[in-house]
């Protein structure tokens, strides 16, 4: 079946710019994770969400950022005022609820000019 | 929320060279799961351990749980290149989120 998927695979934007990166589940996973990951760095959690609701958003570095699900399937991870700071991979998971497997998409590398 | 700590931060071997890879933990877990990483794009699942779990075998994987230590080992017996890539080590407790350490960077020379 298919797996994760998001879009756009690379974005490249400006400085002071707002972009959206889009995460497409599997079909019925209830968890779905965000994560930024710098160059040598390991994945760095941004939110997690149990159907619609973000269980946990303490991962997002300030205010500018902001991810909704809105029925529960694909998720938008939004950035405002984007920074030279926040190019990174972004990279989405989801999974059944509980604690098992999760499965990652392949991520959305953005580049901020 | 878990994250686990993994050790060391790089390995390199010879091709046909067993690697084992370390991960220190702090709380209780339902599970631990390694993951693994090639070129900064997605993670791919590699096993995942159970908390009554003490050993388990996945074709050249070895991964072992000691939750008295609250730690684990992944262990890969006669290495490839195609093995070199970043490892990831995520302890899990129900419907929590997932945090990863730094990894440890292998890398299985020719």
């Known amino acids: 079946g298919a797996g994760v998927s998001q879009t756009p695979s690379n974005k490249v934007t400006e400085k002071g710019k707002y972009v959206e990166l889009r995460c497409d589940p599997i079909?019925?996973?209830?968890?779905l994770y965000w994560y930024r990951q710098s160059l040598g760095q390991g994945p760095e959690f941004l939110i997690y969400?149990?159907?619609?609701?973000?269980?946990?958003d303490s991962g997002l570095p300030n205010d500018r950022f902001f991810a909704v699900r809105p029925e529960g399937s694909v998720s938008t991870l939004k950035i405002q005022r984007t920074e030279r700071g926040d190019s990174a991979v972004y990279l989405c998971?989801?999974?059944?609820?509980?604690?098992?497997?999760?499965?990652f998409g392949p991520g959305t590398r953005l580049t901020v000019l | 929320s878990q994250q686990g700590e993994e050790d060391p931060q790089a390995l390199s071997i010879q091709e046909g060279e067993n690697a084992t890879m370390n991960c220190s933990y702090k709380?209780?877990?339902?599970?631990l799961q390694w993951y693994r990483q090639n070129s900064g794009r997605g993670l791919v699942h590699l096993i995942l351990?159970?908390?009554?779990?003490r050993e388990k075998h996945s074709g050249r994987l070895r991964v072992t749980l000691d939750t008295s230590k609250k730690s684990s080992s992944l262990l890969i017996t006669a290495s490839r290149a195609a093995d070199t890539a970043s490892y990831f080590c995520?302890?899990?407790?129900?419907?929590?989120?997932?945090?990863f350490g730094a990894g440890t960077r292998l890398t299985v020379k020719p």
């Open positions: 998971a989801s999974g059944t609820s509980g604690a098992d497997t999760q499965y």
């Open positions: 995520a302890p899990r407790y129900n419907n929590t989120d997932m945090r």
């Open positions: 969400f149990q159907g619609t609701g973000a269980a946990d």
């Open positions: 079909s019925g996973h209830t968890a």
């Open positions: 709380t209780s877990i339902n599970n």
């Open positions: 351990i159970r908390s009554n779990e």
